[in-house]
């Protein structure tokens, strides 16, 4: 028998310890930080933001000469050759019989250089329309940095307010089952009715189903969250609680985060420095309408066996292009990256109109949050007295027991609503900094 303890003694310190490794304590702050690091999203924008760096380069690229090089050795049959230069003459002035040359092989290098003097300003244009859309995709990424943020804020405050719920109704679960108890021991000497203990009983019942739901719904957002901060999958999720305070934060005036969203979003400055992309581009597309001029140069070694060698060929000179024809494809094109820059100033317009809606939407849920807080604090503290009162009614037999099992049930909802809309007022906070573009200052995020 001793065995046995020491045995179940070891496993139980065993699975304790396994558990304590697998369980972790974290801040918002930390949350938000290993959520960026981790983000497979945001590793994708960085993706498209390296890709737009490679086209700017390839961009800058078509401004320096280009060099082309190629040579050859050809093995070839035997051909007649017939030579139509007039042949060497004798002493007497009669032509000399010359011998055709037996040609068997080949050799050849070519290499041939070109820079570009003049392409219509359309190089100099693709530069800067490649040089916005980078910019344009890097600001893109920084934007989705504040998005995946306010995810993982919004994961973290669903996380505290299932955690704060579960211990409300774990406190209420013992109130009842403590209540069950007494009821019990009424019911055995007579002093209450069955059907008062079933009521106490079913209440009870309800109450370990309420908990039942909630510690799944802490399995699933615990699951979410380590997903979203890369954690192993069985990793324990506890929540820093001295971080979430019971006041809701100060908000400015709605001028104020209108003014600071025209400033500080991203999404809108990339919506911008694309449409500075779209002129650019239609600038270069214009290029279409002048002459190309470059200078180019060349050198030829060539080698024919008793034929024909070739060394030192060099030639230099400067080249002019323009196609008539392509004029009229110049025209529409030019319309095309017209409509484009269009569409691209319509966009960024919409945008900024939409940025303002959500500003507006966004500070009047937050005022709507503040009142809801001292909408529920009031009828906590009066769902509490109607307990009280109700309790003393039913002790007194002046109240049935389903109106002190109505009263308990909605002291305990008040208490759970009182939480969540703190909770949710905090997250709506957050919200707000974001829709103005402030919400990297709360958590530090560098651009």
Do not use: C
């Amino acid at each position: 028998m001793k065995t046995y303890y020491l045995i179940t003694g070891f496993l139980w310190l065993l699975s304790w310890q396994l558990q304590a490794q697998g369980s972790t304590q974290i801040t918002l702050n930390q949350a938000v930080r290993m959520g960026l690091e981790n983000s497979k999203q945001l590793k994708v924008a960085y993706a498209k933001t390296q890709e737009a760096q490679s086209q700017l380069a390839q961009a800058k690229q078509r401004q320096y000469p280009t060099v082309d090089m190629s040579a050859a050795y050809l093995r070839v049959n035997s051909p007649h050759i017939v030579t139509h230069f007039a042949p060497p003459r004798n002493d007497t002035g009669q032509p000399t019989a010359t011998a055709t040359p037996e040609v068997s092989q080949v050799a050849y290098g070519i290499v041939n250089v070109t820079q570009p003097l003049f392409t219509g300003f359309r190089l100099h244009h693709s530069v800067e329309a490649a040089a916005y859309l980078k910019r344009a995709a890097e600001l893109n990424a920084e934007s989705q940095k504040e998005d995946i943020a306010l995810n993982i804020v919004a994961a973290y405050y669903n996380f505290y307010k299932l955690e704060a719920a579960h211990d409300l109704v774990e406190q209420s679960l013992e109130q009842a089952q403590q209540r069950v108890k007494v009821f019990a021991n009424l019911e055995h000497n007579g002093v209450i009715t069955r059907n008062d203990l079933l009521k106490a009983q079913l209440q009870q019942s309800n109450i370990e189903l309420t908990l039942v739901d909630i510690d799944n719904n802490i399995e699933v957002a615990n699951f979410d969250l380590g997903i979203l901060l890369g954690l192993p999958e069985n990793t324990v999720i506890s929540i820093d609680t001295t971080q979430i305070s019971d006041v809701a934060p100060t908000a400015e005036q709605a001028a104020f985060y209108l003014q600071q969203a025209q400033t500080n979003r991203l999404d809108l400055k990339a919506a911008s420095t694309s449409e500075k992309a779209a002129h650019a581009n239609t600038q270069a597309t214009k290029g279409g309408y002048y002459p190309s001029v470059a200078i180019t140069g060349g050198y030829v070694n060539a080698h024919i066996p008793g034929l024909l060698t070739v060394t030192n060929a060099v030639n230099a000179g400067v080249g002019l292009q323009y196609s008539l024809s392509g004029i009229f494809d110049t025209r529409h094109q030019v319309q095309e990256a017209r409509a484009r820059q269009d569409e691209s100033a319509l966009t960024t317009a919409m945008q900024a109109d939409q940025i303002k809606s959500e500003v507006f939407k966004d500070y009047a849920d937050y005022q709507k949050s503040l009142k809801k807080i001292e909408t529920l604090k009031v009828a906590s503290q009066q769902a509490a007295e109607n307990f009280r009162i109700t309790q003393n009614n039913y002790n007194n037999s002046l109240a049935l027991i389903t109106d002190l099992l109505d009263a308990e049930v909605a002291r305990l909802q008040t208490r759970v609503d009182q939480l969540h809309a703190k909770a949710d007022a905090q997250l709506s906070f957050y919200q707000l900094e974001k829709a103005a573009g402030l919400l990297s200052q709360d958590f530090t995020i560098q651009p």
